[in-house]
């Protein structure tokens, strides 16, 4: 199965053309729990560009009734993605200071489950080299429920957070 890269600034664009509206091409979940892992699965698939279509460990949707757990819930998005083998893309969790434009923070408010997903669109004066560097501040991102555009990631109050780093994106 080849890999090619995760388009991340694809995966930034949308998030920046969608983050205060909604795309008709999928369905609204902000009065079924929140809309946050619908809209950053609509990102990651802006720049990934495959679905994997496996039954209920899979990551897809075609519709409010036909989608993957992953599509939408926080901690089965992070499971799909930091385990995913197969078609799609991929990721792993990494240090907070090794962020990207494109990857994916996920916050923890209420222990012990994760319940917020973040794309990141910017980091304000480039990368970050180390730990001590890291500066929630400097990450801007998007997200649905409670929509942001380009909202200081430093903002947010959360008990835990991590990092999904995109490394690549498998297609059949």
């Not at 729990?33 to 460990?57: E, H, K, L, R, Y």
């Not at 500066?135 to 909202?151: E, G």
Request: aromatic residues 16%.
């Amino acid at each position: 199965m080849p890999v090619v890269p995760y388009r991340r600034q694809d995966a930034v664009a949308y998030a920046l053309q969608w983050a205060l509206s909604y795309n008709p091409a999928y369905y609204n979940f902000s009065n079924l729990g929140g809309d946050c892992t619908n809209f950053i699965s609509q990102c990651v698939f802006a720049g990934a560009g495959v679905m994997n279509f496996t039954p209920n460990t899979g990551w897809y949707f075609l519709s409010l009734n036909n989608r993957a757990p992953a599509w939408t819930g926080v901690e089965e998005f992070y499971r799909f993605m930091t385990t995913n083998r197969g078609a799609g893309p991929f990721a792993e969790a990494v240090p907070l200071y090794k962020v990207e434009p494109g990857d994916v923070f996920q916050l923890n408010f209420n222990r012990p489950r994760f319940g917020h997903s973040l794309l990141v669109c910017e980091i304000i004066g480039g990368s970050f080299s180390s730990p001590a560097e890291f500066n929630p501040s400097r990450v801007l991102i998007s997200t649905h429920t409670d929509n942001a555009r380009l909202r200081p990631l430093s903002s947010y109050y959360w008990h835990d957070i991590r990092l999904v780093h995109f490394l690549g994106v498998r297609r059949w």
